[in-house]
């Protein structure tokens, strides 16, 4: 299916406000087989046809590979960057370089607490004494939040990453959060990323080149040996492999 095809299609599905949970369902119950072997470009083109407003990127500012494909398709499309109050400066950085550079409108969310009330409400270093409850209020429930007003969000989601998400479909149900969960490039390669990023010069986080594969949290993040798995430095020692917002 082309991506003219896949926008002519799409245009008769455009819809100003939100949509019910059962309309989004069969959204996702009509394309997700349709176009699970579509390009990248192809299916960012059909959920901006499709969602219009109501539809953003999310990105961690490990590389800009989504953000780039998304401008191409949809200039000015919202790209929703989720700052923990415990990024590396190098991603703030990368942030930053993607709002100068690209053609989005890049929204920072915090959460509700600074990281001085948390440490205050539950104890410092929160990240230590309870991970999961960190993610849960630094990360999960902020982005929950951020997405109300979207009925289909874009994650850079890739089958590759981890066992964990091999069954990541390009175009699935959120149930938690009751949205469209569109992954477009979900089936590339480690290569297929890579051979993006040089051939159209996408920034990557300067971290990605120092040994951090995977970039979190800087507490909960460490650098990875040659040969280890890409991931293991997240939350290395505490049997964690996710933070909640992709389970």
Request: glycine share 8%; net charge negative.
């Amino acid at each position: 299916m082309s991506a003219s095809t896949a926008t002519a299609r799409a245009n008769r599905a455009i819809h100003t406000g939100g949509r019910s949970p059962e309309e989004l369902r069969e959204i996702v119950s009509h394309w997700g087989a349709e176009l699970e072997l579509a390009p990248a470009e192809t299916i960012i083109e059909w959920a901006a046809a499709t969602f219009g407003e109501r539809f953003c990127i999310t990105s961690s500012m490990g590389d800009a590979v989504l953000a780039h494909l998304a401008a191409k398709v949809v200039p000015g499309v919202d790209v929703v960057f989720l700052d923990t109050g415990y990024h590396f400066v190098e991603t703030i950085g990368t942030r930053d370089a993607v709002a100068a550079t690209l053609d989005v409108n890049l929204i920072t969310i915090t959460p509700v607490q600074s990281v001085a009330e948390q440490d205050a409400a539950y104890g410092q270093d929160l990240y230590r004494t309870d991970p999961d409850l960190c993610c849960r209020l630094r990360k999960v429930q902020p982005l929950q939040d951020s997405l109300a007003g979207y009925d289909a969000w874009a994650t850079g989601l890739r089958r590759a990453e981890t066992h964990n998400r091999v069954i990541a479909p390009v175009v699935g149900w959120d149930a938690k959060k009751g949205k469209v969960k569109v992954s477009p490039i979900a089936r590339w390669s480690d290569e297929q990323v890579e051979q993006y990023i040089v051939e159209n010069g996408v920034l990557v986080n300067p971290l990605v080149y120092d040994g951090y594969p995977s970039i979190g949290c800087e507490p909960c993040t460490r650098r990875v040996a040659p040969g280890e798995d890409p991931r293991s430095g997240r939350w290395a020692g505490t049997g964690k492999t996710e933070c909640g917002i992709h389970t």
